[in-house]
């Protein structure tokens, strides 16, 4: 079994910045692919950022250039760095694991709103 915690989500005005962590526990030697997703309400779920054990990152178009991932290998945690936040980037990130074999373990999420 492996544990994602998120947390770091909380209020921004638009162009400010959070910093979102995800810590893994468990099984983490097993875990091969980690992203970031969020879902707003009647939109389909959207892979925000993701990298794997190569550290090779990828971003969806609506966040490239403002997002980036990261990962610490010393404290098995994934980090979602944002920046220039917009109204729209509004609603709940959560993280996911992945390991070999194909079993998704996901996290509890975080909040994430833009206003102001």
């Known amino acids: 079994q492996v544990q994602l915690v998120e947390s770091g989500g909380g209020l921004v005005q638009p162009g400010g910045s959070l910093r979102l962590s995800c810590a893994l526990s468990?099984?983490?030697?097993?875990?091969?692919?980690m992203g970031w997703y969020r879902q707003a309400p009647g939109l389909q779920r959207e892979l925000v950022a993701d990298?794997?054990?190569?550290?090779?990152?990828n971003y969806s178009d609506s966040v490239k250039g403002r997002f980036t991932i990261s990962r610490d290998k010393a404290s098995n945690t994934i980090h979602l760095q944002m920046n220039n936040l917009k109204p729209e980037d509004t609603t709940v990130y959560c993280c996911?694991?992945?390991?070999?074999?194909?079993?998704?373990?996901w996290g509890q999420g975080t909040q994430v709103t833009v206003t102001g």
């Open positions: 468990g099984r983490i030697f097993s875990i091969y692919f």
């Open positions: 996911e694991g992945v390991e070999c074999g194909g079993v998704e373990y």
């Open positions: 990298i794997n054990l190569a550290s090779t990152e």
